[in-house]
């Protein structure tokens, strides 16, 4: 079985627990009725399913845009002093 045979049973599983018609039904006004966007849906789905897998929720995610913002703050700091280095060798 390949990853995207996986993934689709994994879609369709996720589908049948949580319809995204009883998820979002507030979106709509009471008159019409939820009638899903066949590929809206399944693209809703997917990132829903790809932040389960991935532990994506908001303290992971901050934490994570935190930890890259120090650790390009330490290569950018490294950079320059390699730079300054560079020009002061005698060339």
Not at 66 to 75: D, E
């Amino acid at each position: 079985m390949s990853f995207a045979e996986e993934f689709e049973m994994l879609i369709l599983e996720v589908n049948n627990l949580m319809p995204l018609g009883e998820i979002l039904p507030d979106l709509l006004p009471l008159d019409q009725k939820w009638k899903p966007i066949g590929e809206l849906h399944v693209q809703c789905l997917m990132l829903i399913i790809l932040r389960m897998l991935f532990g994506l929720d908001d303290v992971t995610e901050k934490f994570q845009s935190k930890y890259a913002r120090v650790l390009n703050s330490v290569i950018d700091k490294a950079e320059k002093a390699y730079a300054r280095k560079q020009r002061r060798r005698p060339g």
